[in-house]
């Protein structure tokens, strides 16, 4: 078979975006200013304690001096912003997924949220800039004190006229894409667990959506999270909003949407979802998988059965360390269906050697149909007992009790002819 190639306009699209690597250069150099800045500060600092120790220094040079070495601070911390945010954005992805020192914002930095953060940093630098000016005040000259204050107010004014169309950019861009999205995405029930095997006409049910909060940014936006998203194997793709939370007889909403915000993902803790088959278990499930994806996150989703099969080669291959080293990649697996189907002695110890790995290393979804105190009708051997302690030590759980959704599809279906 003959390969096509790419067309003229690709071609000359990939030679445009390979320019993006110009501006790496720049981001290094940027890292030899922050030494300078580096060096200053030590240097501030050191001419500020001899002249302590000499007995040289009165109050007011102290507090000069103090804010010079704030300044620098200040100043370097807009420099790392620049260049760890500015390399991310607009040359290539810094894959931090997992460090347990991963900057909160890096995960939805974008154009926006970079300019709004840097405005005020600046506005910071300049706040401090003019207090200096105030505190030797008797030393600076009254048209300085003048133009200090009226290009301090200029940082101010910009740095909020920039948050406030970053806002309307921001909310116009979350309406668009999730009309695109219904768009694009395949048909699905809106919130059954699963899909149905038998195409039915179904009555549109009346959905009240969970007060999950939103994604920070557009996350179609953000470069690899589809790449993520085909990775994680997921058998379906459900949105956490779409969850339809008036069919559960209960389940704690609120947990659902803490849950929501992927704070237990940085955690590394656990989540624990139980109930009858049906339930939605399997939905909450990907929705939060999906939402790690698009969050930055790497996910895996398997059955139980597929997890203990996939260890079970590695073990038979002699490379199970290898496997679950692997699985660190990976900040979140989701292992669905629990208790669904036996497991054997050997197949009890392959699924505990994954638990008591990733036990604070990383974070574990796991939806079963019965709870906790019965996984000794599910698992063989004395294994269950450590899986369960190691498992529910930083876990959420969360039960649902309801009849399965799946028995309520058919039967609206079949009495709407009649009504």
Known sequence: MTRTPPPPTATLGYALF??????APLYFGLVVVQGVYVYKFFNELWTLIVRCVAGRADETYVMLAVLK??????????????????????????????????????????????????????????SVHLLQMFVDVEHTPQHSLLW??????????????????????????????????????????????????????????PVTPLPIPAQPGPPEREAHAEDRVRAAGFPARKQLEDFDAE??????????????????????????????????????????????????????????????????RADAAGRLSEELAGLDDSALLIVDEVGYVPFD?????????????????????????????????????????????RLTHHAETVRLEGDSYRKRRPTSAWAEPAC
Request: aromatic share 6%; proline share 6%.
């Open 18 to 23: 390979a320019t993006r690597w110009l501006q």
């Open 69 to 126: 070495l704030v300044d620098v601070v200040m100043i370097a911390n807009l420099l790392i912003m620049v260049i760890v945010g500015g390399y991310e954005t607009f040359v290539s992805r810094i894959d931090l997924q997992g460090h347990r020192d991963q900057p909160e914002w890096l995960s939805h930095v974008n154009p926006n949220v970079l300019k709004v953060k840097l405005a005020t940093a600046i506005v910071g630098i300049s």
């Open 148 to 205: 200090g204050t009226l290009i301090h107010m200029a940082f101010i004014v910009s740095a909020a006229i920039l948050a406030y169309m970053s806002g309307e950019m921001v909310a116009r861009s979350e309406h668009h894409p999730k009309e695109h999205g219904r768009r694009t995405a395949e048909p699905e029930p809106s919130a059954g667990p699963e899909p149905s095997t038998t195409p039915l006409p179904v009555a549109p049910l």
């Open 247 to 312: 069919y559960p007889r209960a389940f704690d909403r609120d947990t659902v949407a803490r849950l929501g915000k992927l704070d237990f993902v940085a955690a590394r803790r656990n989540v624990l979802f139980t109930g009858a088959p049906g339930t939605g278990k399997t939905h909450l499930a990907i929705g939060l998988g999906l939402r790690a994806c698009q969050a930055g996150h790497r996910v895996l989703f398997a059955t139980a059965v597929e997890w203990a099969a996939r260890l079970a």
């Open 345 to 389: 002695t050997e197949a009890a110890r392959l699924l505990f050697r994954l638990v008591a790995h990733r036990y604070e290393r990383g974070s574990v979804i796991v939806t079963s149909d019965r709870p906790l105190e019965r996984w000794h009708e599910v698992f063989d051997g004395p294994a269950v007992l450590a899986m369960v302690d």
